[in-house]
């Protein structure tokens, strides 16, 4: 996935000789990393934006929606750009967008504008990251072995991804939230001041023009991303099929799709090749991701609730669940490494075994949700997550290596993070959403019932004081409940795995066809087998 294999040790030719080359990789493990921090806007300080900028919560993850639908499009251009352009031009050009958008960014409240700047923001920070990475994959696995290079590649992602939102929260805290922004700007400059003073423009490769790319496919790709996010993010808003917004942009979602399928059937050279779907295991693994991802939007919606509504933490004790989630990603990314590279096991075993760290993520949590609990006491549950999420991410992202050819693989990539990123993410918030406002006002009816000053006039009772702490423990119970249906589903999951992989199904002899019982018969019964008399 990275640069042809050169002859000899590994190397870096595009820096300049005053470079040591024991930093030399290192330098750009750092760049992927601060590409990893940036962002469109910065979820760790949302509170203090939305008070600010007027903005809605749906809004502002409207953005992070657009930043994350910019790095799943763009999959299918990366190699393409690589081949046309330098890594000094890439790493400067991506740089340069991060830095520019995470500048104008905080100052715009122009909706379509802001969106605009976190698709661009979110291509850019894909480009860069794959650019650093690309690089380095032979210093990191001189074999090319992606059962080691994925592993290793989710600890930068998913721990920056942490780590940005403990800067932010900090900074959003103390100072001001826009200060995030100008951090990374000034991150961005440094890599900028690195790139120019330490790098040459260097090619492995003869430059292959921008040919033969179907820019009107990836734009309708894009569109069709950010209609099904917007449906799914503002559809609480609008009051879903009872608004014609919701209405228009369901037909809107099912012509662009039409239009995304014709044209991938109809041209030579489309963005996404229909090829691409006819490998063996692919729905299989797209199906796999959006449940995942699906269930883990529990995060966003039911923990946020939670933290939020029940026990009113502000963003700096909530702030606090990011380290076991750091170090749950870090545990589970070097356990895949471990059961992949190391011991060579099954692929199917260890999703078996992300699936059950996922239930013991919603068991835990469940059990120990109560308006009366220590916040150390999800220490242990939100570990259980980031475990989860590593081993799951980089075990899917092998077995799609493993399934697929060069062609169709970052065009398979590019729709597997549509779904991983976009798509399961904003499904399963919507549904907990909508799911938790019914829940919500179910269990206030039901309970309320029985709430008024005669049934308490009998004995003295703080009723006041009673029906101010009401509404919090029926958004715990709702909580309660709506984790306990989510369990059953994961578990439900869980045991098809363990039925699909047991023992039993390996052991005993296949039940021949009918079609081979016949054949057989037919060799018996024919006429070179008649009995003597």
């Known amino acids: 996935m990275g640069a042809p294999v050169l002859n000899g040790p590994f190397t870096m030719p595009m820096f300049r000789n005053f470079v040591p080359r024991k930093l030399q990789p290192w330098i750009y493990v750092f760049f992927a990393v601060t590409f990893q921090l940036s962002g469109g806007l910065y979820l760790g300080s949302l509170n203090q934006m939305i008070g600010e900028t007027s903005l809605m ?17 763009y999959f299918p251009l990366l190699f393409r750009m690589k081949f046309r352009f330098t890594n000094k031009t890439l790493l400067t050009a991506a740089s340069l967008g991060v830095m520019v958008c995470n500048l104008i960014a905080p100052y715009t409240t122009f909706l379509p504008l802001l969106w605009t700047l976190c698709f661009i923001e979110g291509i850019c920070k894909i480009q860069g990251t794959f650019e650093a990475l690309s690089n380095i994959q032979l210093w990191m696995t001189p074999k090319r072995d992606f059962t080691v290079f994925f592993p290793l590649l989710h600890i930068i992602i998913l721990g920056s991804m942490q780590v940005s939102s403990i800067i932010a929260t900090h900074l959003g805290y103390y100072m001001h939230w826009s200060y995030m922004h100008w951090f990374i700007a000034g991150l961005m400059l440094t890599d900028l001041l690195i ?13 292959f023009p921008l040919f033969g790319i179907d820019w009107l496919g990836a734009v309708l790709w894009a569109i069709l991303l950010l209609e099904v996010a917007y449906f799914f993010d503002y559809g609480e808003f609008y009051d879903w099929w009872n608004s014609p917004v919701m209405q228009g942009l369901a037909v809107a979602i099912v012509i662009t799709l039409g239009f995304c399928i014709g044209r991938m059937l109809h041209i030579r050279h489309p963005y996404i090749e229909p090829e691409m779907w006819s490998y063996r295991h692919l729905l299989p693994i797209l199906i796999l991701i959006t449940l995942v991802e699906a269930f883990l939007a529990t995060e966003h919606v039911l923990e946020g609730v939670f933290h939020g509504s029940v026990m009113h933490y502000e963003e700096m004790v909530a702030m606090q669940l990011d380290w076991p989630m750091l170090a749950g990603v870090v545990a589970g990314s070097l356990f895949a490494y471990w059961w992949m590279h190391v011991r060579g096991f099954s692929y199917l075993r260890l999703i078996t075994v992300g699936i059950a760290s996922l239930a013991c993520y919603l068991l835990t949590f469940y059990f120990v949700l109560s308006a009366d609990i220590h916040i150390s006491q999800l220490f242990l549950p939100t570990l259980c997550r980031g475990f989860a999420y590593a081993i799951l991410s980089a075990t899917f992202m092998v077995c799609l290596e493993e ?15 549509m779904l991983h990123m976009v798509v399961g993410g904003v499904m399963g918030g919507a549904l907990y959403g909508r799911w938790l406002s019914y829940a919500v006002s179910d269990n206030m009816a039901r309970y309320g019932s029985a709430i008024d000053r005669v049934s308490f006039s009998s004995q003295p009772f703080a009723f ?12 715990e119970v709702s909580i309660r409940q709506i984790y ?33 019982l ?11 087998n008649k009995p003597s008399i």
């Open 57 to 73: 919560r749906e809004d502002l993850l409207m953005c992070l929606y657009c930043n994350l639908a910019g790095m799943a499009v």
């Open 195 to 207: 790139v120019q003073g330490c790098t040459r423009h260097f090619r492995i490769v003869k430059k």
């Open 403 to 417: 399934i697929m050819t060069f062609r169709h693989f970052f065009q398979a990539l590019s729709v597997f993070n």
């Open 464 to 475: 006041d004081r009673f029906i101010e702490s009401f509404a919090p423990q029926m958004m």
């Open 484 to 516: 306990g249906w989510t369990i059953y589903a994961c578990l439900f999951l869980l045991l098809l795995f363990l039925l699909y992989d047991a023992p039993v199904r390996r052991e005993l002899k296949l039940m021949p066809s009918w079609r081979s």
């Open 518 to 528: 016949r054949k057989e018969a037919a060799m018996m019964f024919g006429k070179n």
